[in-house]
């Protein structure tokens, strides 16, 4: 579905600023930092070809091992460029500035990368696993030829949208929907084949979707997202690889917000664990609230930069701003609940 | 509804995954004396978003391995010795040469639950005693040779390094896809047998085979 909205994904970029790491300075004066456009759906590693030559006459004898960090916070290679940034940023910072390390590769927190070939089977390991949760099986992934494997993962480092969407339908994905969704590709003056093949094959009860839920928990209540204290290491954010499973029902059409709150029940919406202290229906208004801010609170959700108005159906959410390796990424600051 | 007491398709769900690590932990204890018992984690320990009680996964560390020199062509089991001292002796395989690097070896195995390929995945770290991770290249070595010779000719499906789910650090997972595939056909014994695989089963069954990979083998006992 190359619509609008998929295109704007694709097209999303972070301007970014690359500071040279002072340790890794040898020459005098020590170099400008680099300006470098990073695509969204890309990851940090691919963008090295473009920095490195600007810093090459700088650096010290000796063997490259590059990372990046953030304010100190050595960035996961493998999350996409611009869930770093939705992630570690409260308040975006434009263009952001990141510092680069040739040097002292953090392999104690961080998983090696030693050029393009692991940043692609990390791709195609997660769209593996995606398409695991998705159609049951992973072998439209694996039956994938050699070549067209390549094709695939040239289209998405090269942000070539028109490439990925003649390979993406040799993945055979299960469509997404609910009944939202449905009915809406079915009033819709055409009506793609694969969706009634899916309709016919696809007599799935339960649907599963892929999603990566990124999420930074906050005590206290804030006025404005400068105000978000500052990430000092990964342990400030929660990480949940789970899929989101739902019953196609007659009628049911679930929000981003049911999404998320049936991610983490224990932690927020109804089913939030309160004290121990029992509530009965009769509590008064002042009781109520108590309630509600003893319950963790989504305060932000965002998608590919966006700032999600959580009511929007979470079929349409999926369908349009998924990554290429089609995971739903989604960064959430809650307000923690009050144990 | 699958009430999680059954094994369908090869697969768990979460709740499958927590009766059949504790059975698995306990028929370890009894049977596997030589080795230290398995842990189970609560979820909840190491993250703020789920205080559900139920979901945690298995640990089994500090392992000590010391590789021998020459390669017995019959027992591909790791050369393993207990750290704590036990009052029983160790059994004969447990008798070690040293290590080339004269070096001792430590291992640490955790068994989670993927809820994407809704298998058991394991996952292991190998450091020296100084705490220094130690690389594919040297645990190798250590790895029963049919292990390796299956990491060479797949590099990137078999044995992969990613974070570990939970802990923000560099670990090595053996491949979730294709679990569900022989444990289908582990069941179909028992089906032919007259019997669904009970979910307490379902570790021991699928340990039988991954843990041979990293050389700890189960005391057919444990089949029971």
Redesign the interface.
């Given at each position: 579905m190359a619509n609008e909205a998929v295109k704007y994904v694709w097209e999303g970029a972070i301007p970014l600023q690359i500071h040279l790491h002072k340790s890794d300075v040898a020459s005098h004066p020590a170099p400008p930092p680099a300006l470098v456009l990073a695509p969204r759906i890309g990851y940090l590693p691919l963008l090295i070809p473009h920095i490195k030559p600007y810093f090459k006459d700088s650096l010290p004898p000796g063997e490259d091992s590059i990372w990046f960090d953030y304010k100190g916070v050595p960035l996961?290679w493998?999350i996409p460029t611009g869930v770093l940034f939705d992630l570690l940023c409260a308040e975006p910072e434009r263009p952001w500035n990141l510092t680069i390390h040739f040097r002292g590769y953090p392999?104690?927190?961080?998983?090696?990368c030693e050029g393009e070939d692991f940043v692609k089977?990390n791709f195609?390991?997660s769209l593996?696993?995606a398409q695991?949760?998705i159609n049951g099986n992973?072998k439209n992934v694996?039956n994938m030829s050699q070549s067209d494997q390549e094709d695939l993962w040239t289209s998405v480092m090269n942000g070539d949208l028109d490439a990925y969407t003649k390979l993406s339908p040799k993945l055979k994905m299960a469509t997404i929907e609910d009944d939202f969704s449905r009915k809406a590709s079915l009033s819709s003056p055409q009506s793609r084949q694969g969706a009634t093949e899916m309709d016919v094959a696809g007599q799935v009860k339960t649907a599963r979707v892929?999603v990566r839920l990124y999420?930074r928990?906050i005590n206290q209540d804030f006025e404005n997202l400068e105000d978000v204290p500052e990430i000092d290491?990964?342990?400030d954010i929660?990480?949940?690889?789970?899929?989101f499973e739902f019953l196609r029902e007659e009628g049911k059409c679930f929000t981003l917000r049911n999404a998320i709150e049936s991610l983490?029940?224990?932690?927020i919406g109804d089913k939030a664990?309160t004290s121990g202290e029992e509530r009965s229906k009769d509590d008064d208004t002042e009781e109520a609230d108590g309630l509600l801010r003893e319950m963790g609170e989504i305060k932000l959700a965002r998608i590919q930069g966006i700032e999600m108005k959580l009511e929007i159906p979470f079929s349409w959410v999926v369908n349009n701003l998924m990554n290429p390796e089609f995971y739903l990424h989604i960064s959430v600051l809650v307000k923690?609940p009050q144990r | 509804m699958n009430s999680g007491r059954e094994v369908i398709d090869g697969r768990l769900t979460v709740e499958g995954f927590s009766v059949a690590a504790r059975a698995f932990a306990d028929k370890w204890k009894t049977h596997n004396q030589s080795l230290p018992p398995w842990s189970w984690v609560p979820l909840i320990n190491r993250?703020?978003?789920?205080?559900?009680q139920e979901e945690g996964y298995l640990s089994l560390e500090n392992i000590l391995i010391l590789s021998s020199l020459e390669e017995s062509t019959e027992d591909e089991s790791l050369n393993v010795a207990t750290e704590c001292s036990e009052k029983e002796e160790p059994v004969d395989h447990t008798i070690l040469v040293q290590n080339q690097e004269n070096e001792a070896h430590y291992y640490d195995f955790h068994i989670v639950y993927s809820?994407?390929?809704k298998v058991p995945v394991l996952y292991f770290r190998g450091y020296c005693s100084g705490g220094q991770?130690l690389s594919l290249d040297v645990i190798k070595k250590d790895l029963p040779s049919c292990s390796v010779s299956l990491l060479l000719q797949s590099k990137?499906t078999f044995i992969?390094?990613?974070?570990h789910?939970y802990l923000?650090?560099?670990w090595f997972k053996l491949h979730p896809?294709g679990t569900e595939d022989w444990i289908k056909l582990l069941s179909q014994s028992s089906i032919s047998a007259g019997c669904q695989m009970p979910v307490e089963l379902y570790l021991v069954s699928w340990f039988s085979v991954v843990g041979q990979v990293v050389g700890l083998r189960i005391p057919l006992e444990m089949l029971n």
């Amino acid at each position: 579905m190359a619509n609008e909205a998929v295109k704007y994904v694709w097209e999303g970029a972070i301007p970014l600023q690359i500071h040279l790491h002072k340790s890794d300075v040898a020459s005098h004066p020590a170099p400008p930092p680099a300006l470098v456009l990073a695509p969204r759906i890309g990851y940090l590693p691919l963008l090295i070809p473009h920095i490195k030559p600007y810093f090459k006459d700088s650096l010290p004898p000796g063997e490259d091992s590059i990372w990046f960090d953030y304010k100190g916070v050595p960035l996961k290679w493998y999350i996409p460029t611009g869930v770093l940034f939705d992630l570690l940023c409260a308040e975006p910072e434009r263009p952001w500035n990141l510092t680069i390390h040739f040097r002292g590769y953090p392999s104690n927190i961080l998983i090696p990368c030693e050029g393009e070939d692991f940043v692609k089977w990390n791709f195609v390991n997660s769209l593996k696993e995606a398409q695991y949760i998705i159609n049951g099986n992973c072998k439209n992934v694996m039956n994938m030829s050699q070549s067209d494997q390549e094709d695939l993962w040239t289209s998405v480092m090269n942000g070539d949208l028109d490439a990925y969407t003649k390979l993406s339908p040799k993945l055979k994905m299960a469509t997404i929907e609910d009944d939202f969704s449905r009915k809406a590709s079915l009033s819709s003056p055409q009506s793609r084949q694969g969706a009634t093949e899916m309709d016919v094959a696809g007599q799935v009860k339960t649907a599963r979707v892929p999603v990566r839920l990124y999420v930074r928990s906050i005590n206290q209540d804030f006025e404005n997202l400068e105000d978000v204290p500052e990430i000092d290491t990964w342990d400030d954010i929660s990480y949940l690889n789970r899929p989101f499973e739902f019953l196609r029902e007659e009628g049911k059409c679930f929000t981003l917000r049911n999404a998320i709150e049936s991610l983490l029940p224990e932690f927020i919406g109804d089913k939030a664990q309160t004290s121990g202290e029992e509530r009965s229906k009769d509590d008064d208004t002042e009781e109520a609230d108590g309630l509600l801010r003893e319950m963790g609170e989504i305060k932000l959700a965002r998608i590919q930069g966006i700032e999600m108005k959580l009511e929007i159906p979470f079929s349409w959410v999926v369908n349009n701003l998924m990554n290429p390796e089609f995971y739903l990424h989604i960064s959430v600051l809650v307000k923690a609940p009050q144990r | 509804m699958n009430s999680g007491r059954e094994v369908i398709d090869g697969r768990l769900t979460v709740e499958g995954f927590s009766v059949a690590a504790r059975a698995f932990a306990d028929k370890w204890k009894t049977h596997n004396q030589s080795l230290p018992p398995w842990s189970w984690v609560p979820l909840i320990n190491r993250t703020l978003l789920l205080s559900n009680q139920e979901e945690g996964y298995l640990s089994l560390e500090n392992i000590l391995i010391l590789s021998s020199l020459e390669e017995s062509t019959e027992d591909e089991s790791l050369n393993v010795a207990t750290e704590c001292s036990e009052k029983e002796e160790p059994v004969d395989h447990t008798i070690l040469v040293q290590n080339q690097e004269n070096e001792a070896h430590y291992y640490d195995f955790h068994i989670v639950y993927s809820a994407s390929y809704k298998v058991p995945v394991l996952y292991f770290r190998g450091y020296c005693s100084g705490g220094q991770p130690l690389s594919l290249d040297v645990i190798k070595k250590d790895l029963p040779s049919c292990s390796v010779s299956l990491l060479l000719q797949s590099k990137w499906t078999f044995i992969t390094q990613e974070e570990h789910p939970y802990l923000n650090r560099p670990w090595f997972k053996l491949h979730p896809c294709g679990t569900e595939d022989w444990i289908k056909l582990l069941s179909q014994s028992s089906i032919s047998a007259g019997c669904q695989m009970p979910v307490e089963l379902y570790l021991v069954s699928w340990f039988s085979v991954v843990g041979q990979v990293v050389g700890l083998r189960i005391p057919l006992e444990m089949l029971n």
